[in-house]
Protein backbone atom coordinates (compact mmCIF):
# COMPACT_ATOMS: atom_id res chain seq x y z
CA UNK A 1 0.00 0.00 0.00
CA UNK A 2 1.44 3.29 -1.30
CA UNK A 3 1.32 6.37 0.39
CA UNK A 4 0.67 10.28 0.03
CA UNK A 5 3.04 10.91 -2.66
CA UNK A 6 3.70 14.45 -3.91
CA UNK A 7 5.42 15.73 -7.04
CA UNK A 8 7.52 17.57 -7.49
CA UNK A 9 9.92 17.96 -4.13
CA UNK A 10 11.61 21.43 -4.77
CA UNK A 11 10.39 24.45 -6.94
CA UNK A 12 11.29 27.78 -7.73
CA UNK A 13 9.09 29.74 -9.63
CA UNK A 14 9.37 33.61 -9.92
CA UNK A 15 6.95 35.96 -9.31
CA UNK A 16 3.74 36.28 -11.08
CA UNK A 17 3.97 33.00 -12.53
CA UNK A 18 1.70 29.96 -12.64
CA UNK A 19 2.80 26.41 -10.73
CA UNK A 20 0.69 23.52 -10.74
CA UNK A 21 1.77 21.28 -7.78
CA UNK A 22 0.42 17.36 -7.75
CA UNK A 23 -0.95 14.85 -5.58
CA UNK A 24 -1.05 11.11 -5.42
CA UNK A 25 -3.81 10.29 -2.64
CA UNK A 26 -3.49 6.90 -0.98
CA UNK A 27 -4.96 4.03 -2.53
CA UNK A 28 -8.74 4.18 -1.44
CA UNK A 29 -8.98 7.21 -0.22
CA UNK A 30 -11.76 9.54 -2.09
CA UNK A 31 -10.78 12.79 0.29
CA UNK A 32 -7.86 14.80 -0.75
CA UNK A 33 -6.94 18.26 1.27
CA UNK A 34 -4.09 21.04 0.69
CA UNK A 35 -2.48 22.85 3.28
CA UNK A 36 0.13 25.61 3.20
CA UNK A 37 2.50 25.59 5.81
CA UNK A 38 5.14 29.04 6.47
CA UNK A 39 8.00 28.38 8.15
CA UNK A 40 7.44 27.92 11.66
CA UNK A 41 3.84 27.64 11.67
CA UNK A 42 1.17 25.34 11.81
CA UNK A 43 -0.56 24.59 8.08
CA UNK A 44 -2.84 26.06 6.99
CA UNK A 45 -6.35 24.87 4.97
CA UNK A 46 -6.24 26.18 1.20
CA UNK A 47 -9.09 23.49 0.27
CA UNK A 48 -10.71 20.04 0.16
CA UNK A 49 -12.26 17.86 -2.42
CA UNK A 50 -14.40 14.47 -2.01
CA UNK A 51 -14.97 12.34 -4.97
CA UNK A 52 -14.10 15.09 -7.03
CA UNK A 53 -15.91 18.15 -5.96
CA UNK A 54 -15.13 21.04 -4.07
CA UNK A 55 -16.35 21.18 -0.54
CA UNK A 56 -14.68 23.09 1.74
CA UNK A 57 -12.15 26.07 1.17
CA UNK A 58 -9.67 27.99 3.59
CA UNK A 59 -9.07 31.53 3.60
CA UNK A 60 -7.45 31.84 0.58
CA UNK A 61 -7.78 33.60 -2.88
CA UNK A 62 -9.07 32.97 -5.68
CA UNK A 63 -5.70 32.11 -7.72
CA UNK A 64 -5.55 28.93 -5.55
CA UNK A 65 -7.66 26.70 -7.18
CA UNK A 66 -7.48 22.79 -7.64
CA UNK A 67 -8.75 19.82 -9.46
CA UNK A 68 -9.46 16.16 -8.35
CA UNK A 69 -9.54 13.21 -10.70
CA UNK A 70 -11.44 10.19 -11.05
CA UNK A 71 -8.50 8.19 -9.59
CA UNK A 72 -9.10 10.49 -6.67
CA UNK A 73 -5.19 12.38 -7.73
CA UNK A 74 -5.30 16.48 -7.03
CA UNK A 75 -3.98 18.99 -8.80
CA UNK A 76 -3.18 22.40 -7.09
CA UNK A 77 -2.98 25.23 -8.93
CA UNK A 78 -1.51 28.81 -7.95
CA UNK A 79 -1.93 31.87 -10.39
CA UNK A 80 -0.19 35.46 -10.28
CA UNK A 81 2.68 33.37 -7.52
CA UNK A 82 3.62 36.42 -4.74
CA UNK A 83 6.83 36.06 -2.71
CA UNK A 84 4.37 35.06 0.43
CA UNK A 85 3.30 32.00 -1.03
CA UNK A 86 6.66 30.54 -0.53
CA UNK A 87 5.86 27.78 1.48
CA UNK A 88 5.62 23.97 1.92
CA UNK A 89 2.40 22.78 0.62
CA UNK A 90 1.30 19.78 1.79
CA UNK A 91 -1.57 17.29 0.61
CA UNK A 92 -3.14 14.82 2.50
CA UNK A 93 -6.28 12.21 2.15
CA UNK A 94 -8.59 10.01 3.92
CA UNK A 95 -10.96 6.86 3.65
CA UNK A 96 -13.73 9.21 4.53
CA UNK A 97 -15.70 12.63 3.81
CA UNK A 98 -13.23 14.49 5.92
CA UNK A 99 -11.18 12.47 7.66
CA UNK A 100 -14.27 12.40 10.42
CA UNK A 101 -13.58 8.54 10.79
CA UNK A 102 -10.11 7.63 9.69
CA UNK A 103 -7.97 10.94 10.07
CA UNK A 104 -6.20 11.95 6.91
CA UNK A 105 -2.91 10.62 5.80
CA UNK A 106 0.26 13.14 4.97
CA UNK A 107 2.44 13.35 1.87
CA UNK A 108 5.83 14.69 2.51
CA UNK A 109 5.15 18.17 0.57
CA UNK A 110 6.38 20.75 -2.18
CA UNK A 111 8.49 23.21 -1.17
CA UNK A 112 8.09 26.26 -3.50
CA UNK A 113 10.11 29.09 -3.27
CA UNK A 114 9.13 32.44 -5.14
CA UNK A 115 11.77 34.52 -6.03
CA UNK B 1 -13.56 29.71 14.08
CA UNK B 2 -11.49 27.14 15.75
CA UNK B 3 -8.69 27.90 16.81
CA UNK B 4 -5.61 25.28 18.09
CA UNK B 5 -3.16 26.71 20.79
CA UNK B 6 0.02 24.07 21.70
CA UNK B 7 2.11 25.05 24.72
CA UNK B 8 4.76 24.70 25.02
CA UNK B 9 6.51 26.03 22.08
CA UNK B 10 9.81 24.75 22.53
CA UNK B 11 10.53 22.18 24.85
CA UNK B 12 14.33 20.78 25.64
CA UNK B 13 14.51 17.63 28.13
CA UNK B 14 17.50 15.54 29.29
CA UNK B 15 17.02 11.46 27.33
CA UNK B 16 15.08 9.05 29.50
CA UNK B 17 12.58 11.88 30.61
CA UNK B 18 8.67 11.53 30.38
CA UNK B 19 7.40 14.86 28.80
CA UNK B 20 3.93 16.19 28.51
CA UNK B 21 2.29 18.14 25.49
CA UNK B 22 -0.35 20.38 25.67
CA UNK B 23 -3.07 21.49 22.93
CA UNK B 24 -6.14 23.18 23.58
CA UNK B 25 -8.96 24.06 21.14
CA UNK B 26 -11.63 26.34 21.71
CA UNK B 27 -15.11 24.86 19.75
CA UNK B 28 -15.46 21.54 21.23
CA UNK B 29 -17.68 20.36 18.18
CA UNK B 30 -15.03 18.26 17.03
CA UNK B 31 -15.32 14.63 15.14
CA UNK B 32 -11.38 13.66 16.41
CA UNK B 33 -8.15 15.07 17.16
CA UNK B 34 -4.70 13.64 15.67
CA UNK B 35 -1.51 13.97 16.34
CA UNK B 36 1.44 14.60 14.02
CA UNK B 37 4.62 14.44 13.98
CA UNK B 38 7.24 16.59 11.39
CA UNK B 39 10.93 16.76 11.37
CA UNK B 40 12.66 19.54 9.60
CA UNK B 41 11.28 20.44 6.62
CA UNK B 42 9.32 16.86 5.86
CA UNK B 43 6.04 15.99 5.84
CA UNK B 44 3.98 15.11 8.63
CA UNK B 45 3.41 11.59 9.70
CA UNK B 46 -0.01 10.73 11.92
CA UNK B 47 1.32 9.67 15.60
CA UNK B 48 -2.38 8.98 16.91
CA UNK B 49 -5.91 9.75 16.40
CA UNK B 50 -8.86 10.26 18.95
CA UNK B 51 -12.32 10.20 18.29
CA UNK B 52 -14.42 12.00 19.73
CA UNK B 53 -16.04 9.66 22.05
CA UNK B 54 -12.77 8.27 22.94
CA UNK B 55 -11.18 9.65 25.98
CA UNK B 56 -7.38 8.22 25.02
CA UNK B 57 -5.30 6.46 22.51
CA UNK B 58 -1.77 4.45 23.14
CA UNK B 59 1.08 3.73 20.56
CA UNK B 60 3.66 2.12 22.27
CA UNK B 61 5.46 5.24 24.38
CA UNK B 62 3.17 7.70 23.29
CA UNK B 63 -0.32 8.18 25.10
CA UNK B 64 -2.74 10.96 23.68
CA UNK B 65 -5.73 11.87 26.01
CA UNK B 66 -8.52 14.08 24.84
CA UNK B 67 -11.18 15.87 27.39
CA UNK B 68 -13.73 17.64 24.43
CA UNK B 69 -15.77 19.32 27.19
CA UNK B 70 -12.90 21.66 28.49
CA UNK B 71 -11.22 21.44 24.77
CA UNK B 72 -8.09 19.87 25.94
CA UNK B 73 -5.31 17.18 24.49
CA UNK B 74 -2.10 16.04 25.93
CA UNK B 75 0.55 13.73 24.11
CA UNK B 76 2.59 12.07 27.25
CA UNK B 77 5.98 10.70 25.77
CA UNK B 78 7.62 8.20 28.20
CA UNK B 79 11.51 7.38 28.51
CA UNK B 80 12.16 9.97 25.49
CA UNK B 81 15.03 9.71 23.42
CA UNK B 82 17.15 11.75 20.90
CA UNK B 83 14.92 10.47 17.94
CA UNK B 84 11.97 11.38 19.34
CA UNK B 85 13.41 15.65 18.07
CA UNK B 86 10.93 17.11 16.55
CA UNK B 87 7.93 19.06 15.84
CA UNK B 88 4.86 18.03 17.53
CA UNK B 89 1.30 19.20 15.93
CA UNK B 90 -1.85 18.60 17.29
CA UNK B 91 -5.31 19.04 14.49
CA UNK B 92 -8.40 18.90 15.24
CA UNK B 93 -11.35 18.01 12.83
CA UNK B 94 -14.14 20.13 12.91
CA UNK B 95 -17.85 19.83 11.77
CA UNK B 96 -16.17 21.57 8.26
CA UNK B 97 -14.43 18.25 8.35
CA UNK B 98 -11.30 20.04 7.91
CA UNK B 99 -7.96 20.22 10.01
CA UNK B 100 -7.23 23.21 12.05
CA UNK B 101 -3.87 23.02 13.52
CA UNK B 102 -1.52 24.34 16.21
CA UNK B 103 1.60 26.34 15.52
CA UNK B 104 3.50 23.19 16.91
CA UNK B 105 5.69 22.33 19.83
CA UNK B 106 9.25 22.04 18.92
CA UNK B 107 11.00 19.15 21.58
CA UNK B 108 14.73 18.18 21.78
CA UNK B 109 15.70 15.84 23.62
CA UNK B 110 19.50 16.02 24.29
CA UNK B 111 21.74 12.78 24.74
Known amino acids: ETGVTQSPTHLIKTRGQQVTLRCSSQSGHNTVSWYQQALGQGPQFIFQ???????GRGNFPPRFSGLQFPNYSSELNVNALELDDSALYLCASSLDEGGSNYGYTFGSGTRLTVV | KQEVTQIPAALSVPEGENLVLNCSFTDSAIYNLQWFRQDPGKGLTSLLLIQSSQREQTSGRLNASLDKSSGRSTLYIAASQPGDSATYLC??????????FGSGTQLTVLP
Open chain 2, 91 to 100: AVCGSARQLT
Open chain 1, 49 to 55: YYREEEN
